[in-house]
């Protein structure tokens, strides 16, 4: 029964097209700019049961607790698991910012 009630529920990206809005709302709230996603929703290999990779960008001297802040009300929002990834620690070839997607 727990299987088929994950394979009946949504896929990650189409829960995320239809929060589209909100969630770059929520993330301008927080101070977060550029949201991007990727992973497999980006990829478009997502599933029941994957989470979303969030990437964006932080302004200067942002905290691990505006971060984690930030993405628990995603994760509320979405109602899915949100995984965040702030860009000021990449290197500019990261995959992760090659493979990005903007919201």
């Known amino acids: 029964m727990e299987r088929l009630g994950r394979a009946a529920s949504a896929r990650p990206r189409d829960v995320l097209a239809s ?3 909100d969630l770059l709302a929520l993330a301008a709230r927080h101070g977060f700019l550029d949201a991007r996603v990727f992973g497999s929703v980006a990829k478009g290999t997502d599933g029941p049961g994957s989470d979303v990779d969030l990437l964006v960008s932080a302004p200067a001297g942002t905290g691990l607790m505006a971060v984690s802040t930030f993405a628990l009300a995603a994760q509320d ?3 899915l698991p949100v995984d965040l990834v702030t860009d000021g620690g990449l290197r500019a ?10 919201l």
């Open 93 to 102: 070839d990261h995959p992760i910012r090659r493979e990005a997607v903007r």
């Open 19 to 21: 929060h589209r809005d």
């Open 77 to 79: 929002l979405l109602g």
